[in-house]
C-alpha cells in the first residue's frame, strides 16, 4: 500500500455490539479523492451503510474524522468533524474546534469509525495506537463538565500527560434529537451527533499519545504555513473576530434584517448594537482562539458576573447561541441568554435547535396549542425568562411538553397538529438559525440546498456575500464579483451558490476551520499547504474538484433516503413579510421565483430538474 504524508495513515473500527476493535490502513487513492473530513466520512457512510437504516439503531455510524490540516502549525488546523446518518434521517455532520482532531492524530488515527450498540453505557480509550472499550457506568447521568473531568483523570498520568474528549451529557443520554457532541466548551452542536452517541450508549472518547505525522516536505510547509499565518494576523476581518467574535456582527445583522425574530415572524429585533455593548461591557472575560496557537482567537471567555443568572467563567457568548435565546424567544436579557448558553453546554444539547424549539413552543402556546398543563405549570409567554430557563431543562430532560420538543419542531409539529405546522422552522429536519434568508437571496438557496438541512454555514454563509460582499477568493473559480450585485437580486445566483458550495465545503472536507477564509485564505491557499504536506501534485482546481465530489456524493445519501426536489424548499414562513420591525411588510426582501433560482441551481449542477437527482453524466465526470 502507498505510503501517505501528511496523515497518520490509519483509521479505528469499532464495533461496539460485538466488541470488535480493527486498526486499518488508508487507501491513498481514496485519500486524495475525498481528502479526510466530511468527504472522506461520505465515502464511508454511503457505501458502508444501507438505504433506510435506523438512525438511532446498531447499523449507524459515527465517523470522527481529522485532515491532511489538523496540524498544529496550520492556521485554523483545530478541527474536526462528526458524520453520521442524523436523527432527522439525512446527512448528518458537524464541525468541532478545539484540540480533539489533534489528539486523534497523536494517537495513531486519521478516522474514528463507530458502529454497532452497547449494551450498557461505555466509553472509549483511544491511546498511542491502541484502543480499549471501557465500562463508563459511573459517568451515567452527569453532566457534559463532569464528565470531562472523569475522562481526563481516567488516563492522563498513567499513560500519557496529554489528553483530549468528547462526550456527551443528559440531552444525549436522554435521546434530544438534537443533542451535542462536546468537546470541553466546544462543540459539534449540529444535526443530533449526541443523540446517535447515546444511541450507542457511548458516553465519551479520550483521545492522546505521541505519533508523529511524516511531512513530504518540512521545511516548505514550515514556510508556506509561517506565511498564511502572518497573512492572516495582518488581515483587518482578523482583528474584528479577535475583538468581538461572532457577536460582533449582531448590530450589522440586525440592521440588515438578517436576525430571525419571534420565531421567524420579523427578520429584525432593533437592539442589535445594545446587545453587543452590554455583552462586550459586563459579560466577555478574553478572547480565546478554540485551540493553542490558533491566529485569529474568534471565541470568547464570558461570564455573568452576579444576579439571577450568575454563571460561572466558559467558553461560549457565540452569536448563534445569543440570538437564539433573545431574538427567536423575544429575550432582551443578554445575561440571561449567556446563561442559557451554559446550560446548554452542560446538559449537551444544540443551543440553535434548542432555541428554536422554545420559541416554536411559545408560538404554540399564543395560539392555544399548547397550555400551562403541557408545560408543567409555566406559561410560556414571548420573552418569559422562566419560560426560556423551564424550556431548557424539560428537553434536557424529556419531561411534559418537553418530550415532544425534543424531537425538533417538524416531529413536534407533527405529533401536535392543530395548524403548528406553519410554525415549525426547518428544512430537511434541522431547525433554522440566526440568519435570515429576506437579507438578501443568496441564503433561501443555500439553505434550501444545503445537505444537512436548514443550515447558514455549512457549506457557507450566502448573507456574507449578498450583504458582505465576501468572495473568499472564489471569484478565481467563477463566482462573479459581489460588489457588482444588489443582495435583492435573483438571477445568476443559483449559479455562483454552486461554485460557493463547491469552494466552501472544502474546510470541511480537511478540517479546518472555515473562519481563516474570512481573514484571506483562500482555496488555492488550501491546496498548496495539502501539496507540502502530501507530496501530491495538487492545486485549487483539484481541491474545487473534490468539493464538488463530495457534496454530490452527500446529495446520493439524501436521495437514497427518499429525499427530492421537495425537500429543497424552504418553509413558507421565510417567502412572507416580515410583520413587524424595520422591514415590516418589505416585498423586497422576499424571494420572488425561488422555483426559478432553484432550476438554475440544478442547471448549474447538472441534476435533474424534476428530481434534483444528480445526472448519471454529473457522477461519471465526477468519479461517482
Not at 461496539?16 to 486498526?23: A, P
Not at 511524516?214 to 492572516?232: L, M, N, R, S
Not at 466558559?314 to 446563561?339: K, Q
Request: charged share 25%; proline share 4%; hydrophobic share 35%.
Amino acid at each position: 500500500m502507498e505510503k501517505l504524508q501528511g496523515y497518520s495513515g490509519k483509521e479505528l473500527r469499532i464495533d461496539l455490539s460485538t466488541g470488535d476493535i480493527e486498526t486499518r490502513g488508508l487507501d491513498a487513492s481514496l485519500m486524495r479523492k475525498f481528502i479526510g473530513g466530511s468527504g472522506y466520512s461520505a465515502y464511508v457512510l454511503y457505501n458502508e451503510m444501507k438505504k433506510g437504516v435506523d438512525p438511532l439503531g446498531p447499523d449507524n455510524m459515527l465517523v470522527f474524522a481529522s485532515g491532511p490540516l489538523t496540524h498544529n502549525n496550520v492556521p485554523g488546523g483545530g478541527s474536526f468533524t462528526v458524520c453520521f446518518k442524523s436523527p432527522a434521517g439525512v446527512w448528518g455532520e458537524a464541525r468541532c474546534g478545539g484540540a480533539f482532531g489533534f489528539a486523534m492524530k497523536k494517537a495513531g488515527f486519521d478516522f474514528i469509525i463507530i458502529k454497532g450498540c452497547s449494551d450498557k453505557p461505555v466509553y472509549l480509550e483511544v491511546v498511542n495506537g491502541e484502543a480499549f472499550i471501557r465500562d463508563a457506568a459511573n459517568l451515567k447521568g452527569k453532566d457534559v463538565f463532569e464528565k470531562t473531568e472523569i475522562l481526563e483523570q481516567s488516563v492522563k498520568g498513567d499513560k500519557i500527560k496529554k489528553v483530549e474528549t468528547v462526550c456527551i451529557g443528559p440531552g444525549g443520554e436522554n435521546l434530544v434529537k438534537y443533542a451535542a457532541i462536546m468537546s470541553g466548551d466546544r462543540t459539534a452542536g449540529r444535526c443530533g451527533g449526541g443523540t446517535i452517541m447515546g444511541s450507542k450508549n457511548l458516553l465519551g472518547i479520550v483521545a492522546g499519545g505521541s505519533a508523529e505525522i511524516d511531512i513530504y516536505d518540512p521545511e516548505g510547509f514550515k514556510k508556506i504555513a509561517k506565511e498564511t499565518t502572518k497573512a492572516v494576523v495582518e488581515n483587518e476581518v482578523r482583528d474584528g473576530f479577535n475583538e468581538f467574535g461572532t457577536m460582533g456582527d449582531y448590530p450589522a445583522n440586525d440592521e440588515d434584517g438578517d436576525v430571525p425574530t419571534k420565531n421567524y415572524r420579523s427578520n429584525s429585533f432593533g437592539n442589535g448594537a445594545g446587545f453587543l455593548d452590554y455583552f462586550q461591557e459586563n459579560n466577555l472575560v478574553k478572547p480565546k482562539g478554540c485551540y493553542p496557537g490558533c491566529p485569529v482567537g474568534c471565541g470568547r471567555v464570558v461570564e455573568v458576573k452576579d444576579g439571577k443568572y450568575k454563571t460561572p467563567v466558559h467558553e461560549g457568548g457565540e452569536y448563534e447561541t445569543v440570538g437564539a435565546f433573545t431574538s427567536f424567544v423575544m429575550n432582551e436579557d443578554v445575561d440571561l441568554a449567556v446563561h442559557c448558553g451554559y446550560l446548554c453546554n452542560k446538559y449537551g444539547v444544540d443551543t440553535i435547535s434548542c432555541g428554536s424549539a422554545i420559541a416554536f413552543a411559545m408560538e404554540c402556546y399564543e395560539n392555544g396549542i399548547i397550555t400551562v398543563e403541557d408545560t408543567g405549570g409555566v406559561p410560556f409567554e414571548w420573552g418569559s425568562p422562566a419560560a426560556i430557563l423551564h424550556g431548557i431543562e424539560i428537553i434536557a430532560n424529556r419531561r411534559n411538553i418537553g418530550g415532544i420538543l425534543a424531537e425538533g419542531v417538524k416531529i413536534a409539529a407533527q405529533k401536535l397538529g392543530k395548524g403548528s405546522e406553519k410554525f415549525a422552522v426547518h428544512i430537511k429536519g434541522l431547525e433554522g438559525p440566526v440568519h435570515d434568508p429576506r437579507s438578501g437571496k443568496m441564503l433561501g438557496i443555500t439553505y434550501g440546498t444545503s445537505n444537512r438541512g436548514m443550515c447558514h454555514i455549512h457549506p457557507f454563509e450566502g448573507m456574507a456575500y449578498d450583504r458582505g460582499k465576501m468572495d473568499w477568493g472564489m471569484m478565481n473559480h467563477g463566482v462573479r464579483d459581489p460588489e457588482t450585485l444588489d443582495r435583492w437580486d435573483e438571477k445568476g445566483k443559483g449559479a455562483d451558490c454552486k461554485i460557493l458550495q463547491d469552494g466552501l465545503s472544502t474546510p470541511d472536507i480537511l478540517a479546518t476551520c472555515k473562519f481563516l477564509m474570512y481573514t484571506g485564505v483562500t482555496i488555492d491557499d488550501w491546496a498548496a499547504i495539502v501539496a507540502k504536506l502530501t507530496g501530491w501534485d495538487f492545486d485549487g482546481k483539484e481541491l474545487l474538484t473534490v468539493g464538488e465530489r463530495v457534496y454530490n456524493l452527500q446529495r446520493l445519501f439524501n436521495m437514497r433516503e427518499g429525499l427530492s426536489r421537495d425537500d429543497d424548499i424552504p418553509p413558507a414562513r421565510i417567502f412572507s413579510p416580515p410583520e413587524f420591525g424595520i422591514y415590516e411588510n418589505n416585498q423586497e426582501c422576499v424571494i420572488k421565483d425561488f422555483d426559478a433560482l432553484l432550476d438554475e441551481y440544478y442547471d448549474a449542477r447538472g441534476w435533474d430538474k424534476k428530481t434534483g437527482h444528480p445526472s448519471p453524466e454529473k457522477l461519471e465526470e465526477l468519479g461517482l
